[in-house]
């Protein structure tokens, strides 16, 4: 039965990953829809884009972006490791809800 099993393995694991990439393009597509109708608004001189927890998330989310990128096309450490060579989850939460408590984009 292991044989089998290990057969298979592969191909779950095949399209496990196909569902990732398929999610993480449909949310980059929802990302740069997003970030169009923010440049209108931005061009348009929408007063609610100066407001501060708009610049908060703004910063939020750019960072976020940023350490992903680093990560994924640099082959980079997330900003958060500083140099440890591979993301850590758990100073990534720490991050997070750092940020969510005090407003801070930064570790």
């Known amino acids: 039965m292991n ?3 290990q057969s298979e393995e592969p191909s779950e694991h095949h ?3 196909q569902k990732d990439l398929e999610m993480i393009q449909q949310q980059l597509s929802n990302i740069m829809a997003n970030a169009e109708q923010l440049m209108e608004q931005c061009g348009c001189g929408s007063p ?3 407001e501060a927890w708009v610049q908060s998330k703004m910063t939020l989310a750019n960072d976020y972006l940023e350490s ?3 990560y994924v096309v ?3 450490p997330m900003k958060s ?3 440890q060579g591979k993301p850590n989850k ?12 005090d407003g801070s984009s930064k570790a």
Do not use: P, Q
Request: charged share 20%; glycine share 10%.
């Open 74 to 76: 640099n082959g980079g």
């Open 3 to 5: 044989t089998v099993y």
């Open 15 to 17: 399209h496990d990953v």
């Open 68 to 70: 992903v990128h680093a």
């Open 48 to 50: 609610r884009m100066t």
């Open 81 to 83: 490791d500083a140099g």
């Open 90 to 101: 758990v100073d990534f939460v720490i991050a997070v809800e750092k940020a969510m408590t």
